[in-house]
């Protein structure tokens, strides 16, 4: 896919997400607003219902309190008559702050004036009434039984019109939600015709392309048949030649004890016998890729083939001055074939010895992790090769797991291959991290066992 391909869906593909989150954003805004609704609602509800009570029972509390002073004439009441007004007066100056509508402020206006001229009247009563007899007053009393009662429509008619106003923000709200609902209609028609021209970009520079290539696929999978009987076929081969290969080592090392030390003859003897052994390990390694042995495994501590390994190549790598450590850990265990794990550990280690040549250090170490295998995540047990070498190039990266692929003048290019079939058929895998210049980290992962 080149770059322009990929630039085009990346752009639609962050266009379409932007998409995506628009709505999500104008669907949360809706919501939000939705709830904002309901609270402004209840609260002018709410509101409605505190003003009537709050009006009547403070207006019933100044006419009782008036009625007293009427029948008792006692200073004491009217003074009480007159800290109850006021308590009155001022709860309808906090309300007006509270209205936002004119109906709302025109109820409120009127409510004031008439308790205004309730005021005034008790004051005037109060100035006649203080020589009158209690039967005078109450006369005068009775008849100021109307003007209360007119205040408590006018209350009822205050909270009626606060109760109104829920239709202004029903109405606000609504024209609200309405533009929300038509830019989510409108995301929703872009985002169709966004996946409309991804749909046609993808068939056009994807799928019509991956149909070529898997006619071509088709003819590389049809060579690789043919590859892999012939590598049958090589696998025999490579078996028989053992059998002659092994007398001739047998009849080389018979003929060089006839030849004197240091002769011509005992040099060239001593060259075939290297290509002998050559030849050899190339036929071993060949067979085990071709055709790999079963493991037989068995529950052993996970540091045991670590440990093996460090005291067999120790001493090899010290004389290129490599350090082979081994870190102590936990005892793990694992349900492996150990000769087979050490095996791949030793291929780990020569390979690491290889990247480093000389001065460094190769580090054996195993903990405990949970990673997906191939019957799905599970409790692990990784067993590392961590070196100080030169790293792995890119462009070696590519081909590492690669049969017949090596960077070395005398390798075959089979060790990594053998080593992650050995591992496949352990459950596990073989996986590495890796740093130019920095150095390298195999591990082997492997299933944990049941203690």
């Not at 009158?132 to 100021?144: G, K, M, Q, V």
């Not at 090589?234 to 018979?254: C, D, Q, S």
Request: one cysteine or more; glycine letters at 6%.
């Amino acid at each position: 896919m080149n770059l322009s391909v990929n630039f085009r869906l990346a752009a639609l593909g962050f266009a379409a997400g932007l998409m995506g989150l628009l709505i999500v954003v104008a669907i949360v805004l809706s919501q939000k607003q939705g709830d904002t609704l309901r609270a402004q609602l209840n609260t002018v509800d709410s509101e409605s219902f505190t003003i009537a009570d709050h009006f009547k029972d403070s207006l019933r509390e100044v006419n009782n309190i008036r009625f007293r002073y009427t029948m008792d004439h006692d200073q004491a009441t009217w003074a009480l008559f007159l800290t109850a007004s006021r308590q009155l007066d001022t709860w309808m100056d906090e309300q007006a702050p509270r209205l936002s509508t004119a109906g709302e402020k025109d109820a409120l206006r009127q409510v004031k004036a008439a308790y205004d001229d309730y005021l005034a009247e008790a004051r005037q009563v109060h100035l006649r009434n203080q020589n009158n007899s209690p039967t005078d007053a109450l006369a005068e009393f009775s008849s100021s039984r109307g003007q209360s009662q007119h205040l408590f429509d006018l209350g009822q008619a205050l909270a009626r019109a606060h109760y109104e106003s829920r239709n202004q923000v029903i109405s606000s709200a609504n024209s609200t939600l309405a533009q929300l609902r038509h830019l989510v209609l409108a995301l929703l028609a872009a985002l169709f015709l966004l996946g409309v021209a991804l749909a046609v970009m993808v068939y056009r520079d994807m799928v019509v392309p991956l149909r070529v290539k898997l006619v071509e696929s088709q003819s590389l999978a049809e060579h690789h048949e043919k590859l892999a009987s012939l590598g049958l076929l090589a696998a025999g081969v490579a078996h028989e030649i053992r059998n002659p290969l092994t007398a001739i080592k047998a009849a080389v090392f018979i003929q060089q004890k006839k030849f004197a030390p240091g002769s011509a003859d005992a040099a060239d003897a001593e060259l075939v016998g290297r290509e002998i052994r050559r030849l050899e390990r190339i036929v071993t390694e060949f067979l085990q890729f071709a055709r790999p042995a079963e493991p037989a495994l068995g529950n052993v501590s996970a540091q045991q083939p670590l440990r093996e390994v460090q005291c067999f190549l120790a001493p090899e790598l010290a004389r290129k001055n490599i350090r082979l450590l081994f870190e102590e850990s936990n005892p793990l265990p694992v349900n492996v074939d150990g000769e087979q794990i050490k095996q791949v550990l030793i291929n780990l280690v020569q390979n690491a010895a290889d990247s480093i040549g000389r001065d460094g250090a190769i580090t054996l170490r195993c903990r405990p992790d949970r990673k997906p295998l191939s019957n799905g995540e599970t409790d692990v047990v990784i067993l590392e090769v961590a070196d100080t070498g030169r790293g792995i190039a890119p462009e070696v990266e590519k081909r590492l797991f690669d049969p017949f692929f090596t960077t070395k003048p005398d390798g075959t290019g089979l060790g990594l291959s053998i080593a992650a079939c050995i591992v496949q058929k352990h459950g596990g895998a073989l996986q590495y991290q890796t740093q130019v210049n920095r150095g390298t980290v195999f591990g082997i992962i492997l299933p944990r066992a049941d203690t």
